[in-house]
């Protein structure tokens, strides 16, 4: 059974859907999920927490702040030091629910929130469970590593002279998630991220534009430094070995620096192949028993 919720984080209402297993008594485990760089819960998180509540936990699934069915301003605005409040006070509404058991709670991300979770775990003890999917872990190394050194010189120019206009009182500077036409500016340029957003139909009310400071804030932001400090929570990471985006050698690093319990489920295909076919069967079968051993009795 799915209904809508919502929940306040900072002032700013978000929304989203809780999931309770059919026909069960008593209190539940629960998980808390999110997407990663500006999208919607629409985009596939619904088949994930679909296995999930089947397995018997209860799920939260919610739009980041200024996304989605989520309030906040600007719209488009990607803050992780914000998006991570959220995941925070997304679980203390959780722990309130009936039929929740506060004690055995989850958190799920991917992408860039992937990243998320990984920080989450580290600095929030009440997560008793984390699933990190192809995430983002140092977005100033990512970032270094997808662009050309004289485009970085004039991002940064861009993000200044954004600065700059926003002091004024100007509204913030856009960009496209993805790129319009081929070679055109976008915060995800790579051929597999252009065509998941292209060629999705299931997209909520997702917006191809994102502030121009949110790529900012993505490269001052690395979530990997806090791996070391998630033990004694199990954690799991999936990588796609494959991936170009939030790229594998950086994930399987921050894996090494892992204490136990931890699992590797690495799999042979690029970014975005996890959320659906049979890549989706491998991956969120083993993502729920990962749950089922560490939160149910």
């Known amino acids: 059974m799915r209904t809508d ?16 297993p059919e026909g069960r008594s008593g209190k539940r485990p629960a998980i808390v999920m999110a997407h990663g760089f500006s999208a919607t819960k629409e985009m596939y998180l619904d088949d994930f927490a679909e296995v999930f509540v089947a397995a018997g936990f209860a799920v939260m699934v919610y739009d980041h702040r200024n996304f989605g069915d989520s309030d906040g301003e600007p719209r488009g605005e990607i803050d992780p030091v914000a998006q991570v409040r959220g995941y925070r006070d997304a679980i203390t509404w959780l722990q309130d629910q009936p039929g929740v058991d506060r004690h055995r709670i989850g958190a799920w991300g991917t992408s860039y929130s992937g990243g998320h979770v990984i920080q989450l ?29 004289d485009l970085g010189t004039a991002m940064r120019a861009q993000f200044d002279a954004d600065r700059i206009a926003r002091f004024k009182g100007a509204a913030p500077a856009m960009i496209p998630v993805v790129p319009d036409q081929p ?23 997702w917006r191809n534009e994102v502030t121009l400071r949110s790529i900012e804030y993505m490269t001052e932001y690395s979530p990997g430094l806090f791996v070391g400090r998630i033990s ?7 990588v ?54 560490h939160l149910k009795p």
Request: net charge positive.
């Open 121 to 149: 775990g580290a600095i929030d003890r009440r997560v008793k469970c984390v699933v990190s999917q192809v995430p983002a872990i140092d977005g100033y190394r990512a970032s270094r590593a997808m662009m050309r050194g």
């Open 232 to 238: 004694p929570t199990p954690f799991m990471l999936v």
């Open 240 to 293: 796609a070995l494959r991936d170009v985006l939030a790229t594998s050698d950086l994930a399987l690093e921050a894996y090494e620096r892992a204490f136990q319990p931890k699992r590797l489920l690495a799999l042979d295909c690029g970014h975005f192949d996890p959320y659906t076919g049979d890549m989706f069967k491998v991956n969120s079968a083993a993502q729920s028993d990962w749950f089922v051993e």
């Open 183 to 205: 070679m055109g500016p976008g915060a995800l340029s790579t051929a597999d991220s252009v065509a998941f957003f292209k060629s999705t139909t299931r997209i909520g009310k």
């Open 5 to 20: 919720i919502t929940f306040s984080s900072d002032g700013v209402t978000l929304r989203g859907w809780l999931y309770r």
